[in-house]
């Protein structure tokens, strides 16, 4: 079975700062994706990136990167620049690309964004 | 393109009662998904469907049952609700390259 571990349950950063946020996993899988969650206040859960396991290259979306590290597992959110509107809980979540390809869930980190 | 909607967003209900929580996709996925939400626990799946008219159980399965009769609607059923399952609901759908979207959710609680 797949784990996945956020070990930082609470972060918080100043305005306009980069912050790094560590999700690591566990599996005997190699072919998977992982991505990021951002859960804001309104509960709503919103997709922030993905990245598959095949791919070497670090998945980006604009002010959010990703650094996957396969052999050791790990996987970090780093957020650039940080805004007010980053204020939220941020889940890695990991599938497998086969069988019923369900997600499962690290246990969140909460990331407040300090004016 | 609505997404995925949840109805209703809010519900109490009494130990004992029941009650069906809605899903609606419009994107046309295939796959299907329930999730609760405890704090401090993350999401963990209830329920999945792969298709219309299929469904199977996830990783905290008792006391829910669902429906696919339709391919955009994924159905959660408490037949006898108890004070554990005051959690937030979440369905999902997924799409062909393995990213799933998420409803708004549903906040139960159960007295």
């Known amino acids: 079975a797949q784990t996945v571990t956020q070990s930082q349950p609470e972060m918080s950063v100043q305005e306009a700062e980069t912050v790094t946020l560590s999700c690591t996993y566990d599996t005997s899988e190699n072919n998977y994706y992982l991505f990021w969650y951002k859960q804001p206040p309104s509960r709503q859960m919103i997709l922030v990136i993905r990245q598959e396991a095949y791919k070497q290259q670090n998945a980006t979306e604009n002010r959010f990167s990703v650094n996957f590290q396969k052999a050791a597992k790990s996987f970090s959110l780093k957020i650039s620049d940080s805004q007010l509107g980053d204020t939220a809980m941020y889940f890695c979540a990991f599938s497998p690309n086969f069988g019923n390809e369900k997600l499962t869930f690290g246990t969140g980190t909460r990331l407040t964004i300090i004016p | 393109n609505a997404g995925v909607t949840q109805t209703p967003k809010f519900r109490v209900l009494k130990t004992g009662q029941s009650m069906t929580l809605l899903c609606a996709q419009d994107?046309?996925?295939?796959?299907m998904y329930w999730y609760r939400q405890d704090p401090g626990m993350g999401l963990r799946l209830i329920h999945y469907s792969v298709g219309e008219g299929t469904t199977a159980k996830g990783e905290v399965p008792d006391g829910y049952n669902v429906s696919r009769l339709k391919k955009q609607n994924f159905l959660l059923g408490l037949e006898s609700a108890a004070p554990s399952q005051t959690s937030v609901y979440f369905c999902a759908s997924r799409n062909p390259s393995y990213t799933q979207y998420f409803g708004p959710g549903t906040r139960l609680t159960v007295l």
């Open positions: 994107m046309n996925h295939e796959y």
